[in-house]
């Protein structure tokens, strides 16, 4: 096994991401686990973000490094959250109260429809001239009420008109097949599979 320091604090990607990259030989290590500070996200993008977050990550551990910026962006909003998705209602970072500024702010607007966005980037070293990038989206809309134990953030609002289920309601495997990460990591796989 190879291994890959993760970008990221967070425990659901981390499941996520060890998921898809264990059967290509990938051994995904959080960022944590080595000490690795969590990078700042001064940027307005989520390529520039993850960018960043992957080069700080191998910069710190000496590894691979994979990084993602990923968010939901609401039309009736003009794409916001978008970057801030994960800080949406400020610090410290709360899905609970993400969601509630959320729905307040959608309070009367007619038009629900939001989609996913995911940036995978990752670089073989610190200074890689040229990161792998792969970019993923997943189109739903906001339902007005939580429905579902799985996944995270705003997953138990994010309703997949087509199923008539949430985020939240899916199954991982199916949740994977669908979801902008998923459709990001087998971007990346492609990529990966390319170079090897």
Known sequence: MKDLVLASHNAGKLREFQTLLAPLGWRVIPQAE????????????????ALAKARH?????????????????????????????????????????????LLEKLAGQADRRAHYVCVLVMVRAADDPQPLIAEGEWHGEVAEAPRGEGGFGYDPYFLLPELGQTAGELDAALKNALSHRGAACRRLIERLQQIA
């Open 57 to 101: 990550a191998s910069e710190h551990s000496g590894l691979p490094a994979l990084a993602d910026d990923s968010g939901i962006c609401v039309h009736a909003l003009g794409g916001a959250p978008g970057v801030h998705s994960a800080r949406f209602a400020g610090e410290p970072k709360s899905d609970a109260r993400n969601n509630a500024l």
């Open 34 to 49: 080595l000490g690795v500070p969590e990078a700042p996200e001064p940027h307005c993008t989520f390529v520039e973000n």
